[in-house]
């Protein structure tokens, strides 16, 4: 069984940074490609980043390019998304997802 559990979010003021964790078991973490999705109030999933099973390439939504780095340690089977510049429009539960499955999700919520 898929397990992804999120962490690492919480209030942050815009221009603010967070670093978010998804550590995942139950499948063959090294082997699989891992994204980060979101979902702001009152809107449908968003995708954020995507990572290839070894790191070797990464993609990222266009609002988000340049401001968040996705990441991975295949070793602690942990995903990451290293979050900076943060702006009220970044509010949303951000979910880690592999093998079709999503985590419980983690808030972020950037406001002044």
């Known amino acids: 069984e898929v397990q992804l559990v999120e962490s690492g979010g919480g209030l942050v003021q815009p221009g603010g940074s967070l670093r978010l964790s998804c550590a995942g078991s139950g499948f063959p973490f090294s082997a699989n490609a891992m994204s980060w999705v979101r979902q702001a109030p009152g809107k449908g999933v968003e995708w954020v980043s995507s990572?290839?099973?070894?790191?070797?390439?990464?993609s990222y939504l266009t609002s988000v390019k340049g401001r968040f780095t996705i990441s991975r340690d295949n070793a602690k089977n942990t995903l990451y998304l290293q979050m900076s510049n943060l702006k009220p429009d970044d509010t949303a539960v951000y979910y880690c997802e592999a093998l079709g499955s999503r985590g419980q999700g983690t808030q972020v919520t950037v406001s002044s």
């Open positions: 990572i290839t099973s070894r790191g070797e390439s990464t």
